[in-house]
């Protein structure tokens, strides 16, 4: 091979081979807040990420200390603003309770996590 072809396809090899950094859906903040308390039952738990989110494989859910599932099963993305998910609660009950969420951004990497708030009397 000419040394002219060979750089132009060690070129073209690197250059195919590299990927463009993608960002991952991270969460930004909740409602309520991440270990906040709060005085009364909240009517939905609303999570905001730092990319736009798939609908169809994105989910929360909200669940108290004996692991008893707690919302309404109603998760979805808010359609004006992809970066926003939410799941509606019934009147919880004074106590602990952690939130459960994954999520898919649109660049196609799931990220999940969970965290907790109290809901006091």
């Not at 950094?21 to 009517?43: I, M, N, R």
């Not at 692991?67 to 004006?80: E, F, I, L, S, T």
């Amino acid at each position: 091979m000419k040394p002219i072809l060979l750089t132009a396809w060690v070129l073209a090899w690197v250059a195919s081979a590299a990927s463009p950094a993608h960002a991952h859906a991270f969460l930004d903040h909740a409602t309520p807040a991440v270990g906040s308390t709060v005085h009364g039952s909240p009517p939905r738990v609303e999570l905001w990420f730092t990319q736009n989110l798939e609908p169809a494989f994105s989910t929360v859910r909200v669940f108290d200390v004996g692991n008893r599932r707690q919302d309404k099963g109603d998760a979805k993305v808010d359609p004006r603003n992809a970066t926003l998910l939410q799941v509606s609660l019934p009147q919880l009950a004074p106590g602990r309770y952690r939130v459960k969420w994954r999520v898919l951004s649109v660049d196609t990497h799931v990220t999940e996590g969970d965290f907790t708030f109290v809901v006091a009397p």
